[in-house]
Each structure stands twice: as structure tokens, then as C-alpha cells.
């Protein structure tokens, strides 16, 4: 299989992607509820995830797509070669502030992660790695992160995390947010995962995300150095939803072992 023949596909298909996206604002956007009331998606979350499909699908019809709105195929496995998509990631961003979305892709070979994409549409930067070569942000090398104390960290959490809610212990996250130098919330795991990777948050927390919400990020932040897991230390699931915690390594397990304690596990499977 040539990676560098695929990553060429993937990275002109994004671009074209996000060419889509920003054409998009000048007509209207139909809104729709999926789960919930503030669980949104828009005709053009589907449209580009169906470009996305039409485009691997003509490349190579033997590759399988995971993507959030179900216009891949059903995946039951991770053997073999795996696209896994995120149209918009942060759909509620798109909508509300047309800025803070990506598109979130990651290649995956028989559950190993061989490229990974994270585009910033409105600001038209891609970060992107090919395993054992190394991660880029348009282009220019991304280097390793480096070591930090905990205290200097600046962590990102959304605000579920500040309402005691019988999953976490709560006394061990009020450390956690007096202990570190400053907490963020974007409203888009793969822009947390992003800024991760780059240095700019040094850790992300979530208590549910989506195999398409971290995918493509999960592939460059071994490129990188930044340790992924679930919120037991274990690997994400990419097969279900799971906990998430990505963070620079010198504080991953530190944050694991002092700072976060999941209560009721059975809660965390679905
Ligand atoms: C969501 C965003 C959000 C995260 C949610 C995701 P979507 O993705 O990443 O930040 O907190 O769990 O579902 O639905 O906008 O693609
Ligand atoms: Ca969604
Ligand atoms: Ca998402
Ligand atoms: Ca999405």
C-alpha cells in the first residue's frame, strides 16, 4: 500500500472539502436535531461526509468508512483499511459562530493508525501525519512536545466536567482545575485534540466522545509524543464511544493516577 500516494488523495480531497464548507455559508443551512435538542446536524455535515465517501470509494472500493452520520458502512471490525470521518466536528460551532469546526479523518490499517488529518476550515490550516514520518501543520514539521510540570499545564475540559455528576470524583477535578495554570473549552474535540498536538493545551479530557471525534487526531499525536487513552488508561475504543484523555507525556499519567477517578464504569460503555 503506498501512504504517500493516499496522503496526496486525502489531502486534496480535504482541501476541496473545505473549499465546499466555505462556499456553503453564502446559501442557506438547513438545521436539523439528531438525538437530542442540542444534538445538531445540516445538510452540509451531510453532503460532505457523502463527498468524502464517493471520493474513497472511487480511490479504492475495498477501503471501509466509519463516519458520524452513517454514510459509510457498517463497521463491525477494524480489519483492513479504514477510513474513519468527521465531516464538521464541532457542528454547533458551524452553525453558531462559523468558525471552530474541522474536519477530523484518520486511516487505519487492521487498528493501526497510518494517517491522520485534522483541518481548520475557516483558517485553512491542516495539521496532518503519516506514521514514522513524522506530523505537519501546512507542511512545516511539527516537533515533539516537551516536558511540562503540571502546574504549568493549561488543560482543556467543557463545562460537564464543573457539575458534579456521580461518574467522576468531583473533590479530585476541583484539584485538578486549582492545581493547573488555566482550563479551556472550544466546542470541538478534533480543535482540542489540535491544539494538543501542537503544544497549545497541554492536555483534553472528555467523558464520551466518538471514534470519528478523534480518529484522525489519534494518528498524529503519536507522531508527536502525546499519549491517548481512555480515561482508565486504557486505548480508546474505535469501535464504540469511550472516555478520552489526550495529554502531553510528561503529565498523562500523572492526571490518570491523581486527578481522575471514574466512579461507575458501566456507565462509560454503550
Ligand atoms: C462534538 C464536538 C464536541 C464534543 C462532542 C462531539 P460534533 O462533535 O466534538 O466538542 O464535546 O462530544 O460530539 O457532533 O460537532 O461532530
Ligand atoms: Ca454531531
Ligand atoms: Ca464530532
Ligand atoms: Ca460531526
Given at each position: 500500500?503506498?501512504?504517500?500516494?493516499?496522503?496526496?488523495?486525502?489531502?486534496?480531497?480535504?482541501?476541496?472539502?473545505?473549499?465546499?464548507?466555505?462556499?456553503?455559508?453564502?446559501?442557506?443551512?438547513?438545521?436539523?436535531?439528531?438525538?437530542?435538542?442540542n444534538?445538531?446536524?445540516?445538510?452540509?455535515?451531510?453532503?460532505?461526509?457523502?463527498?468524502?465517501?464517493?471520493?474513497?470509494?472511487?480511490?479504492?472500493?475495498?477501503?471501509k468508512?466509519?463516519?458520524?452520520?452513517?454514510?459509510?458502512?457498517?463497521?463491525?471490525?477494524?480489519?483492513?483499511?479504514l477510513?474513519?470521518?468527521?465531516?464538521?466536528?464541532?457542528?454547533?460551532?458551524?452553525?453558531?459562530?462559523?468558525?471552530?469546526?474541522?474536519?477530523?479523518?484518520?486511516?487505519?490499517?487492521?487498528?493501526?493508525?497510518?494517517?491522520?488529518y485534522?483541518?481548520?476550515?475557516?483558517?485553512?490550516?491542516?495539521?496532518?501525519?503519516?506514521?514514522?514520518?513524522?506530523?505537519?501543520?501546512?507542511?512545516?514539521?511539527?516537533?515533539k512536545?516537551?516536558?511540562l510540570?503540571i502546574?504549568?499545564?493549561?488543560?482543556?475540559?467543557?463545562?460537564?466536567?464543573?457539575?458534579?455528576?456521580?461518574?467522576?470524583?468531583?473533590?479530585?477535578?476541583?484539584?485538578?482545575?486549582?492545581?493547573?495554570?488555566?482550563?479551556?473549552?472550544?466546542?470541538?474535540?478534533?480543535?482540542?485534540?489540535?491544539?494538543?498536538?501542537?503544544?497549545?493545551?497541554?492536555?483534553?479530557?472528555?467523558?464520551?466522545?466518538?471514534?470519528?471525534?478523534?480518529?484522525?487526531?489519534?494518528?498524529?499525536a503519536?507522531?508527536?509524543?502525546?499519549?491517548?487513552?481512555?480515561?482508565?488508561?486504557?486505548?480508546?475504543?474505535?469501535?464504540?464511544?469511550?472516555?478520552?484523555?489526550?495529554?502531553?507525556?510528561?503529565?498523562?499519567?500523572?492526571?490518570?493516577?491523581?486527578?481522575?477517578?471514574?466512579?461507575?464504569?458501566k456507565?462509560?460503555?454503550?
Open positions: 500500500m503506498d501512504l504517500r500516494k493516499i496522503n496526496d488523495f486525502a489531502i486534496k480531497t480535504i482541501f476541496h472539502a473545505g473549499d465546499q464548507i466555505r462556499e456553503s455559508f453564502s446559501k442557506e443551512l438547513i438545521i436539523e436535531t439528531k438525538a437530542s435538542a444534538d445538531l446536524v445540516t445538510n452540509i455535515d451531510r453532503k460532505i461526509e457523502q463527498y468524502f465517501v464517493e471520493k474513497i470509494k472511487e480511490l479504492d472500493p475495498s477501503h468508512i466509519l463516519g458520524e452520520e452513517g454514510m459509510g458502512d457498517k463497521i463491525v471490525t477494524l480489519d483492513g483499511p477510513w474513519i470521518i468527521d465531516p464538521i466536528d464541532g457542528t454547533m460551532n458551524f452553525i453558531k459562530q462559523g468558525r471552530n469546526f474541522m474536519i477530523s479523518i484518520g486511516f487505519f490499517v487492521d487498528g493501526v493508525g497510518k494517517l491522520g485534522l483541518y481548520d476550515v475557516m483558517r485553512d490550516e491542516l495539521i496532518y501525519a503519516i506514521k514514522g514520518e513524522g506530523a505537519f501543520i501546512n507542511d512545516q514539521q511539527i516537533g512536545l516537551k516536558p510540570k502546574e504549568e499545564a493549561v488543560i482543556g475540559i467543557n463545562s460537564s466536567w464543573v457539575i458534579p455528576n456521580g461518574k467522576i470524583n468531583h473533590e479530585k477535578v476541583v484539584k485538578l482545575i486549582r492545581t493547573v495554570r488555566g482550563t479551556r473549552s472550544y466546542g470541538s474535540a478534533a480543535m482540542e485534540i489540535a491544539l494538543v498536538v501542537t503544544g497549545k493545551l497541554d492536555a483534553y479530557l472528555s467523558m464520551r466522545l466518538a471514534p470519528w471525534d478523534i480518529g484522525g487526531g489519534m494518528v498524529i503519536q507522531e508527536v509524543g502525546a499519549v491517548v487513552s481512555n480515561l482508565k488508561g486504557q486505548p480508546f475504543n474505535l469501535l464504540n464511544h469511550d472516555t478520552f484523555l489526550i495529554a502531553n507525556p510528561s503529565i498523562h499519567q500523572l492526571l490518570l493516577e491523581h486527578y481522575i477517578e471514574l466512579k461507575d464504569e456507565q462509560h460503555s454503550n
